[in-house]
């Protein structure tokens, strides 16, 4: 409040994020509305979606599911070493 004078912050153009982005979510999240998700890949220009593949993947699965690290930390490690790479 005490930067921007108001509750909330300005909205930030999206468009200007250049680097990848990779959105992971599941199914079952009862955190994370879907339809939102769509709307920021949307908004993101360089951005990747990912379905966890498990109809009962939750929003504390990321960090505590059984398979996190088969369906999502191995796949960011994944993601990660190959940008490594490009750099």
Same mark, same amino acid.
């Given at each position: 409040?005490? !930067?921007?004078?108001?509750? &909330?912050?300005?909205? @930030? ?8 982005? @990779?959105? @992971? ?8 509305? =879907? ?5 920021? &890949? ?23 599911? !059984? &398979?996190?690290?088969?369906? =999502? ?15």
């Amino acid at each position: 409040m005490k !930067k921007y004078g108001k509750i &909330h912050p300005p909205d @930030y153009n999206l468009s200007n994020v250049k680097l990848p982005v @990779y959105l @992971y979510y599941g199914a079952n999240d009862k955190f994370v509305d =879907v339809q939102n998700l769509y709307q920021l &890949h949307e908004a993101l220009p360089n951005a990747q979606k990912f379905l966890v593949p498990s109809n009962d993947f939750a929003h504390l699965d990321f960090v505590w599911g !059984k &398979h996190a690290d088969i369906w =999502v930390y191995n796949k960011i490690l994944s993601l990660m070493e190959r940008h490594r790479k490009e750099i």
